[in-house]
Structure formats: C-alpha cells, structure tokens
C-alpha cells in the first residue's frame, strides 16, 4: 500500500500571510500518462472533506486562486498565498493511484 | 442537485450487522467508481473499500475484508455497504465517495455507526 505522509501536523497561522503543508508518498504517484495521482481536500469542522486541487496542480471548480498545488513525483506541496479566517480546518492529501490512501491531516488554525 | 446522501448508521452490538446506504441524485450514477472512506470521530480518514462503475470490480481494506461487503444497484441510483461481524473498532463516521476518471470530486455527509454493547 501506498504510505501518505503530512507536515506539519499542526499549522496556526496569521490572516494574510501564507502557509504551505507538505505531502510525501511512499512510491511515485506519477502515472505513465503524465498524471500525478494526487489531490487535496479541506474537511471543515462538522463538515466533509471538500476537493481544492486534483491531479496535483489543478484547482478544483469554485476553489479561491489563494490556494495552490505543486510537486510531482513523491513530493508535493499545498499553498495558500494569503490566508482567511475561512480557511480553518484540516487539510488531507490524497493518493489515487492505487485505491485511496490519505495523510494523517494538518490542522490549520488562527493565531 | 448533484449529491450523495448516506443513510443506515446508528448504533449495533459487537458481532451484529448493519447495511449502509448510499443514495446518488443529479449526476448519472453508472458512470462512476464509488468508494466508501471512515473516519473515526476527530481522526484521520481511512479508505474501506471501492467499487467500479458496473459493479463488477471490488476492493476491500485489509481490516474490513472478509466482513463488509460492497454493492451497486445503478437501477436505483444506489451504493450499499453490508457489514459484518461489527467491532468496536469500526465505530466511525462512513462516507460514500464519487470518483471520476481521475479523482474524487463528491463526498456525502456521512453515517455515524456506533459498534457498542
């Protein structure tokens, strides 16, 4: 099975500044078509997870330009370039690649 | 509206069973894989299982196979999860999950299910 893991665990943050969480896989998740297998999801409290970035790069329909996705590979990164009171909640990783594993989660919270 | 609504959760004894399901609206359900995720109340999500869009491929995690069961009925728009041989350690808050060709872009609002005597 595919091993996802997060950092930090734990991420409070000041509104307007930015914050950046990071995923590392256990094996590529970069398909032969080009696609990396990897997307983000914030889960709300007392709400589900909801998808921000699919195939690694690509915001998904109604997600702020704030919030960005990079890597490739095993190693990838989630942005926000300037962060607002509702982004609090906690941020997952994803791989699709082989069924579904998740990262443990970061909590993002206000300072 | 495109949505998925779980439904079935509540509360079993250790040993019992229980059927989840799942009911699909808006979007045309046989198009779709479907998976059911889990999480326990303030923890991580964990992946429980997955079903291709005909219903003829199935995958298990290690710790609910040979217990829990997926299923289709695309007639009626509907995803089914049969558990059994509940254990504490399956209280957890179910979700269905759709995915399209390369990810999964629709989550339902999730069934609590709570194993305890």
């Known amino acids: 099975d595919i091993v996802m893991t997060q950092s930090p665990l734990s991420l409070p943050v000041t509104p307007g500044e930015p914050a950046s969480i990071s995923c590392r896989s256990s094996?590529?998740?970069?398909?032969?078509?080009?696609?990396?297998?990897l997307d983000w999801y914030l889960q709300k409290p007392g709400e589900s997870p909801q998808l921000l970035i699919y195939l690694a790069s690509n915001r998904a329909s109604g997600v702020p330009d704030r919030f960005s996705g990079s890597g490739s590979g095993t190693d990838f990164t989630l942005k926000i370039s300037r962060v607002e009171a509702e982004d609090v909640g906690v941020y997952y990783c994803?791989?699709?690649?082989?069924?579904?594993?998740f990262g443990g989660g970061t909590k993002v919270e206000i300072k | 509206e495109v949505q998925l609504v779980e439904s079935g959760g509540g509360l079993v004894q250790p040993g019992g069973s229980l059927r989840l399901s799942c009911a699909a609206s808006?979007?045309?359900?046989?198009?779709?894989?479907m998976h059911w995720v889990r999480q326990v109340p303030g923890e991580g999500l964990v992946w429980v299982s997955e079903?291709?869009?005909?219903?003829?491929?199935?995958a298990y995690g290690a710790s609910v196979k040979g217990r829990f069961t997926i299923s289709r009925d695309n007639a009626k728009n509907t995803l089914y999860l049969q558990m059994e041989s509940l254990r504490a350690e399956d209280t957890a808050i179910y979700y269905c999950?759709?995915?399209?060709?390369?990810?999964?872009?629709?989550w339902g609002q999730g069934t609590l299910v709570t194993v305890s005597s």
């Open positions: 094996q590529s998740l970069l398909d032969k078509n080009g696609y990396n297998y």
């Open positions: 999950l759709r995915k399209g060709g390369w990810y999964v872009d629709l």
């Open positions: 808006g979007f045309t359900f046989r198009n779709y894989w």
């Open positions: 079903i291709s869009s005909d219903g003829s491929g199935t």
């Open positions: 994803m791989q699709g690649l082989q069924t579904l594993t």
